[in-house]
């Protein structure tokens, strides 16, 4: 019998994640289908998690939160940053994972030896992605437009600054986790700040995904290696295929499976 899994969000109608995984179903020969589901009360995810029998889901804006609250167990670094994306039901159990940050590190350690970045933003995405890369021995500073955001950074021992006085020191990678760039055409940070951060690093990465932001072009005249957050969603996708599969491949394997998903 197949297994069902889906992707709740609001809105999710643009979602890649069942194109992705259910290539992967197709190219393993796993017996497992995916499909989406609109989800408008986060309170309501686990109930309906289980009435559609499903073995694994992910989850999206603006559920994260509530994934979280819907399992009966979290890893401890999902619990940490409050967002969880993978549900997995083992043994009557609701397990909750987050892949986005172990996803994005998978994709960054391909482009060099990084040991310190430079993160863009401080949003929800900033506050994950910089304690994951911590996590990994990466040293991390936090740049952001205003000061209100950076006092949970503060809190946790990053170095944050703002625009103001801000001087880019050398840093191995620098990261946009703003949403610059997504809607219009403007940069993270003004030009001057952002070409000087730039010239002194080894890589350049956006989590914006669907377009090539101006973050991006810059990076690009410097010849800077670079991903942007498609690279991102498909390393989540490989790794939370890896927990709906209960590791039965390995993440290599999955990848080729998974990655032509990027050309359809
Ligand atoms: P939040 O809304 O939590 O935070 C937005 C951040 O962007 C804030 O730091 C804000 O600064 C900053 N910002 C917004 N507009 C500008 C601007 N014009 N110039 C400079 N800074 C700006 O967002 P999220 O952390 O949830 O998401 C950030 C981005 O990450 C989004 O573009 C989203 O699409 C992307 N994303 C991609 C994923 C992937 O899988 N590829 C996964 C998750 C997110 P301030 O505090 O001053 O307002």
Known sequence: ????????????????????????????????????????????????????????????????????????????????????????????????????APGFYRALTRLGDVKTALIIGAGGTARALSLYLRSRGIDVEVVNRSAGRLEWFKQEGFVCHTWDGFHAEAKDAVINNTSAGLEDESLPMPKELLDKALSNAKCAVDVIYGKKTPFLKEAEKLNLPTFDGSEMLLQQGIIAFDYFTDHRYDLDEIETAMRPFLQL
Do not use: W
């Open 1 to 100: 019998m197949r297994e069902l899994f889906a992707i709740f969000g609001n809105p999710v109608h643009h979602s890649k994640s069942p194109l992705m995984h259910n290539l992967a179903f197709q190219k393993l020969g796993y017996p497992g289908c995916y499909t989406r589901r609109l989800l408008e009360d986060g309170s309501k995810l686990r109930e309906t998690f289980l009435n559609l029998e499903l073995k694994g889901a992910n989850i999206t804006v603006p559920h994260k939160e509530a994934a979280m609250l819907a399992a009966d167990e979290v890893e401890p670094f999902a619990a940490e940053v409050r967002a969880v994306n993978t549900l997995v039901l083992k043994n009557g159990k609701l397990y909750g994972y987050n892949t986005d």
